[in-house]
C-alpha cells in the first residue's frame, strides 16, 4: 500500500532549539522534516507540529514552523493525551447561517463534510519518548501511522532504534523521507515534481 497524498496528514514532534544539539544525526534529521514540511504544505497536505514544553526546550525553527497549519505546545509525551486528535479529524459541516428567505439558494443546501484524512505521517523526536507515545496512541485510535525514520532521533542510537521495533510491532510502518515524498508525488509528470527534486537531490 502507497501513502496516499489526498488522505494523509504529516505530524512533526518536538523540533526544538534545546533539543537538537544532543540528538543522533541532528542535522540530517532536521533538513528531512523540513523538506517534508515544505513538500506536504505545496500539495495542500495538512501539516501540524507540537512542543515539548517550549518554555523551556524551545519552540520549533521557523522554516518549519511556517508549514504547520498549528503547533501544539504539550507537557504530556503523547500529543494525543493534549488534544493532538481532535485537529486530526475532519472539520464537521458548518450550517449555513440565516433563514431561507436571506440566503442564496446554494448556501440553503447542506454543506458536504471535510474530507477524513486517516493516514498520519509522523516523524520527530525523542523517537522512543514523545513520538513513540503520540504514535501508539494514533494507532489505538485507529490512524494508520507511517514513520519517518530519517527524520526521527532519540539522544540515543539504541533509544531510537528500540523506537522503530516497538513501533514495527504495534503496527506503524517504518518509511524514508524519499519513499514519503515519491509517494505523494507518484509521477515525474507532476507539477511539484521539480519542486521534490529540489529538495531531496
Known amino acids: 500500500m502507497l501513502i496516499d497524498a489526498q488522505e494523509c496528514q504529516l505530524v512533526l514532534v518536538d523540533y526544538q532549539t534545546k533539543l537538537q544539539p544532543v540528538m543522533a544525526d541532528a542535522s540530517q534529521v532536521w533538513a528531512n522534516a523540513g523538506r517534508l514540511a515544505e513538500l506536504g504544505s505545496a500539495l495542500g497536505i495538512p501539516v501540524w507540529g507540537t512542543e515539548q514544553n517550549p518554555s523551556r526546550l524551545g519552540e520549533m525553527p521557523p522554516e518549519i514552523r511556517r508549514h504547520c497549519r498549528q503547533v501544539l ?6 500529543a494525543v493525551e493534549e488534544g493532538l486528535g481532535e485537529w486530526l479529524q475532519p472539520e464537521p459541516p458548518q450550517a449555513p447561517r440565516g433563514n431561507a428567505r436571506s440566503l442564496p439558494r446554494h448556501l440553503q443546501k447542506p454543506q458536504a463534510a471535510a474530507q477524513e484524512r486517516k493516514s498520519i505521517v509522523l516523524a520527530g523526536c525523542e523517537a522512543h519518548i514523545c513520538l513513540l507515545q503520540t504514535a501508539l496512541d494514533l494507532l489505538e485510535d ?37 519513499m514519503v515524498a515519491f509517494e505523494w508525488i507518484r509521477s515525474a509528470e507532476h507539477p511539484d515534481f521539480q519542486l521534490l527534486q529540489n529538495l531531496f537531490k
Open 73 to 78: 505546545a504539550k507537557m504530556q509525551f503523547s
Open 142 to 178: 485507529e490512524f494508520e501511522v507511517w514513520v519517518v525514520t530519517d527524520a526521527c532521533s532519540s539522544r540515543t542510537e539504541r533509544n531510537r532504534d528500540a523506537a522503530y521495533d516497538r513501533l514495527a510491532g504495534a503496527g506503524a510502518e517504518l518509511v524514508t523521507a524519499e
